[in-house]
């Protein structure tokens, strides 16, 4: 299963030349992180916050096309591993069709001590119907 988050290209993402500047990117992939956990896991991410955190520690993007002032995106995000409180991700960033960006994260659920933490059972469980790749 694929979680879609659609994502207008508004002016604020955008360069002088129009087209998305690549930092407002990661803006984009977070916010479809934190609506992956708060919509399809029932999980809202301010809670996994303040219980200690789920820190990125690793992001590569590819920027394959421009996106422009306009278009709309459809990020495509599926869970690629899932370990004891590591979880890698996939997005991939489309205008229709055509793949403007892809991405691949790896998030580690903390305690509040900081140290890497299990994540809860309920939302393993939940994690696992997203296991796959995106099409």
């Known amino acids: 299963m694929v ?5 207008n290209v508004l002016f604020k993402h955008c360069d002088p030349a129009g087209i998305v500047f690549y930092p407002r990117y990661f803006e984009m992939i977070n916010d479809c992180v934190e609506a992956f956990f ?27 096309a421009p996106s ?5 995106l459809g990020l495509d995000l599926s869970v690629q591993r899932l370990g004891r409180s590591s979880l890698d991700l996939s997005i991939i960033g489309r205008c ?6 892809t991405c691949r994260s790896t998030l580690v659920r903390t305690g509040p001590d900081g140290r890497s933490s299990p994540w809860e059972p309920g939302l ?3 994690m696992k119907a997203y296991l796959g790749e995106p099409t």
């Open 3 to 7: 979680f879609t988050y659609p994502q």
């Open 38 to 64: 708060n919509d399809a896991l029932a999980t809202p991410f301010h809670r996994l916050i303040a219980a200690g955190g789920v820190p990125t520690v690793r992001i590569e993007n590819e920027f394959v």
């Open 124 to 126: 393993r469980t939940a």
């Open 96 to 101: 229709e069709k055509e793949v403007r960006f």
């Open 68 to 72: 422009r002032h306009g278009d709309r």
